[in-house]
């Protein structure tokens, strides 16, 4: 026998736990959510962060009258009577490659030569193609043969055709990826407000824990949720720091939340949420000093989820059962980081699907079975895991949605529509 953790805190609390609802567990936790320091990055770091402030456009784009083709710039009016049968020749004044500003103005029966990209010079209203066009040179001087009136405005993408002055471009909250970048780096904003990753401090509990690089012992287990929830974490946009498990021990384990408080954003762990007699964490929260939020929640993995406030910072002591430990983050964890950054919607996207086959396992909690999304036909379809146990670990890396199955006396028929929440990954 090792010795049990002696609970010195409070004994009869631990079984006398009111379920609450997922929306209102979340509501609980997320409420107190703020948002995240703001801080300048430079636009190669910017990917993937959010956006803190909103963009304006500081001046149309494109900046200038641009040529879309190879070609001529020329004057409309100058070719209205122009045919295959009666080609008007006008005399080429410019050569315009892209980065160049003529200083010339185009007037009556002149023309310049231009390149795609490049601004249109004072006087042209139409750009003919290279394709269109005959050329001839006399004595130095070039001729442009035009065989057809043009439009106008052909071949002109005019000033602020995609964006006018002052126009939001992006909104504080965006997460910044290919798009938002090259937006940013055509407006000169190589100095991008963004909020802070959250800093999240991660640590499992439990005296089975071996870790990864340790071998297997009799009745232990490699640490798996730890490195789990610190990926979830980096994919929440997020900063994991990763400690050490701790054994079952209340007393070590409440060192080591008292000097996480102290530093990071978040604290999140996994194990010892449930009423066993090692369970500490379950203990730790029903100290007087913390304001527990929730330690039961009507959902099935991860009903004994636990979510406090210690020193004015969210704990979030997810189950030990890695197939409870994943769902508990991506539905109190991933949000509150996400909140954080400033995120309009911090949850995960609901998406309609046809149940592929029958699913049987209900009961009176809503559950949130792994699963797989296929789209075929444009219609999308979900497949759950054949093993979806909270105990199971193997099937959290095949699938790419929750299924949400809400609490029902029946089983669940193949055809069924049904709501599923789409994991980011
Ligand atoms: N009498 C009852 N027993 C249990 C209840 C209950 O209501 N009454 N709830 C069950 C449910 S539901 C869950 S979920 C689990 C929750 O367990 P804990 O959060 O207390 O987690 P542990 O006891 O520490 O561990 C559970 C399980 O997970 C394994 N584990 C733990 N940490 C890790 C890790 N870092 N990596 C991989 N695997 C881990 C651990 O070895 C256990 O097998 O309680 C039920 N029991
Ligand atoms: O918390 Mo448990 O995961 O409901 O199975
Ligand atoms: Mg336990």
């Known amino acids: 026998m090792r010795e049990t953790s002696q609970n010195p805190y409070i004994a009869s609390a631990k079984f ?36 803190a402030e909103d963009v304006f456009a500081p001046h149309p784009y494109p900046f200038f009258r641009r040529s879309g083709m190879d070609g001529y710039a020329i004057r409309c009016e100058d070719v209205e009577q122009a045919s295959s049968n009666q080609v008007i020749w006008l005399k080429v004044i410019d050569d315009i490659p892209c980065g160049y500003a003529s200083d010339m103005i185009l007037t009556e029966t002149t023309a310049a030569r231009i390149m795609t990209g490049a601004m249109v010079p004072e006087g042209a209203d ?38 006018r002055p002052d126009e939001l471009l992006l909104r504080q909250g965006t997460r910044i990826t290919a798009g938002e970048l090259s937006v940013l780096a055509t407006f000169g904003i190589h ?17 089975e824990l071996l870790r990864v690089d340790e071998p297997l012992q009799p009745g232990k287990i490699r640490n798996s949720n730890t490195i789990m929830l610190a990926s979830q974490i980096e994919q929440a946009g997020g900063i994991a720091v990763v400690q050490d498990s701790v054994p079952d021990d209340i007393e070590l384990a409440r060192q080591r939340l008292d000097q996480a408080i102290q530093e990071y954003d978040f604290i999140v762990t996994s194990g010892g949420v449930s009423v066993g007699d090692y369970d500490i964490m379950g203990d730790l929260v029903r100290r007087p000093e913390v304001d527990m939020l929730f330690n039961k929640v009507t959902m099935r993995p991860g009903s004994v989820t636990t979510a406090a406030v210690v020193q004015g910072k969210l704990l979030f002591a997810l ?48 559950r949130f079975v792994r699963s797989r999304l296929e789209i075929e036909d444009g219609r999308v379809w979900v497949t759950p895991a054949a093993i979806d146990e909270s105990s199971v670990m193997v099937s959290i890396k095949d699938s790419d949605c929750l299924m949400i199955v809400p609490p029902e006396q029946k089983g669940l028929q193949a055809g069924t529509q049904v709501q599923v929440l789409k994991l980011e990954r």
């Not at 100095?191 to 005296?207: C, D």
């Open 16 to 51: 006398n736990r009111k379920a609450i609802q997922v929306s209102e567990a979340q509501k609980r936790a997320h409420s107190l959510v703020g948002s995240a320091r703001i801080e300048k990055v430079p636009i190669h770091e910017a990917n993937g962060r959010f956006l």
């Open 126 to 163: 139409a750009v003919v193609m290279l394709e269109a066009t005959e050329s001839r040179t006399e004595g130095g001087t070039s001729w442009v043969g035009i065989k057809r009136p043009m439009d106008q405005g052909a071949n002109i993408t005019p000033v602020g055709f995609e964006v």
């Open 191 to 207: 100095q991008v407000p963004v909020f802070s990753k959250p800093i999240v401090a991660v640590f499992a509990t439990g005296t």
């Open 319 to 366: 189950s030990g059962n890695p197939g409870a430990c994943y769902v508990g983050f991506e539905l109190f964890v991933r949000p509150a980081i996400r909140k954080m950054l400033g995120d309009q919607q911090p949850y995960l996207e609901t998406w309609t699907a046809t149940l592929r086959q029958d699913f049987n396992k209900v009961n009176n909690f809503t």
